[in-house]
């Protein structure tokens, strides 16, 4: 699919695109926009969710955790759904439950009961991500695919904005219940949207029909993706790049801000805020440059993990008792390119597999990035506790994961290179042997 070279018109059997595919996938874009400001509502609640349910730095995280284990053991049943029931039904699906677990994370009155809600929320959201990228794989061409997906993202990444500048707000203005049931609101307003709308692809492009589909072709479509390179450095690209600024986008970035900076909510507000705006423009950036430069995918992963490397050890080791603001604001801005860093991780999966593997092999790729965030957030919320607040110790295990990711992506990289060569071989010397 994405062997043609370069520069190619529309491929033989690839979707038109156009209007009507925008049209289309902008409902499907719109279900995964309310999902994020549902997923990332907690991140400007932390402080309130503490005091109104009384609960430690572990108890905190427990929240974000169990959301993101939901999440990220969803990635492949989700893949295999899309890939067997198409993408309405499995984005109607995520609309309900998501929907469901902001409501009843606005009227719970205990920890156990919010905690519940959240993980019928990271269930929902789970479907949502996937759906989106297959929906712009049928309707979009395939040369198209790093834009659509970078786009994708950063719309995602409006919807963080939502959380950090409207649900904030709203937090302080009307109270905890009426918030967040009102903002449980939208996630309706999408679902009678998808149900109207949307439809899983163009005329004239249906999938293969697949006969019966038990436990062995679940078992196949794990393992041929899993067997293929680019899946694997796409879930490992995924892991190092996208979890320091999720962790402090999802969880703890207010805290660290407010209580190890000193600054106030409404400063440490407006770097969470740049964190989003920086990834927005970040990701029309590379989404631009790996459309026209697919050697630049590695590049530009490792590159974000070393810039991210680099200022998170300058802000942690800042001599003085806190970092200055210009320091802070570097931060945040680099951390903003970690979201379209991990988008290139399905630039990596999305070759390596057939159509009919797509949904698996983004769900495969998907968990990686969300396994280091649950993994980050368990670790940061234990150091806190054991060391008494101290945020230099806790946001250190952040280098641990990305040491490991880094020396897998490098372990893997001559492989995938191999592998897209042999590909790209094999498309021309079909392209060669087609009749005119």
């Known amino acids: 699919m994405s062997s043609a070279a370069p520069g190619k018109s529309v491929l033989p059997g690839d979707p038109p695109g156009g209007r009507r595919a925008t049209a289309v996938w902008s409902v499907g874009v719109a279900v995964y926009f309310v999902a994020v400001i549902f997923r990332t509502s907690l991140g400007v609640a932390g402080l309130d969710a503490a005091d109104r349910f009384h609960v430690n730095a572990s108890a905190l995280s427990t929240f974000s955790i169990l959301q993101l284990l939901v999440y990220a053991g969803m990635q492949i049943p989700v ?119 949307l439809k899983d692809h163009p005329e004239g492009h249906e999938p293969e029909p697949v006969g019966h589909r038990g436990a062995a072709y679940v078992r196949r479509q794990i393992a041929a993706s899993w067997r293929e390179p680019g899946t694997r450095m796409g879930l490992w690209v995924h892991f190092t790049t996208q979890f320091p600024a999720m962790v402090f986008l999802l969880l703890w970035g207010m805290p660290f801000l407010v209580e190890a900076q000193g600054l106030s909510r409404g400063t440490a507000g407006g770097l969470l805020t740049l964190v989003v705006l920086s990834n927005m423009t970040v990701g029309l950036v590379y989404g631009q440059i790996i459309a026209r430069h697919h050697g630049a995918r590695l590049p530009l992963a490792l590159g974000t993990v070393g ?31 970690c979201g379209p860093a991990s988008m290139i991780g399905f630039d990596f999966a999305r070759p390596a597999n057939p159509a009919e593997r797509q949904g698996t092999a983004s769900g495969i790729t ?61 498309g021309r010397v079909e392209a060669v042997h087609v009749p005119a």
């Open 307 to 337: 810039a991210t490397a680099a200022l998170w050890a300058a802000t942690l080791a800042y001599p003085a008792e806190h970092a200055p603001m210009w320091l802070l604001v570097v931060l945040c801005a680099v951390l903003g390119a």
């Open 79 to 197: 893949g295999l759904l899309v890939d067997r029931l198409g993408t309405k039904k499995v984005l109607g699906i995520g609309a309900v439950l998501f929907t469901a677990g902001q409501l009843g994370f606005a009227l719970s009155p205990t920890y156990g009961t919010a905690l519940a809600s959240r993980a019928l929320l990271g269930c929902g959201d789970a479907m949502t991500f996937i759906s989106v990228l297959r929906l712009g794989t049928r309707w979009f061409p395939a040369r198209r695919g790093p834009l659509v997906g970078q786009l994708a993202g950063l719309v995602g990444m409006a919807g963080n904005l939502v959380s950090t500048l409207v649900l904030a707000r709203l937090l302080h203005g009307i109270g905890w219940t009426a918030a967040f049931a009102g903002s449980a609101l939208a996630g309706v307003v999408v679902l009678v949207l998808l149900v109207l709308f």
């Open 366 to 426: 998907n968990m990686g990035g969300f396994v280091a965030s649950m993994t980050t957030l368990l670790a940061v919320g234990v150091l806190l506790d054991a060391t008494g607040d101290d945020y230099s110790v806790a946001f250190s295990s952040v280098f641990v994961l990305q040491a490991l990711g880094v020396t897998q992506i490098l372990r893997l990289r001559r492989r995938v290179a191999r592998r897209e060569r042999e590909r790209l071989v094999a």
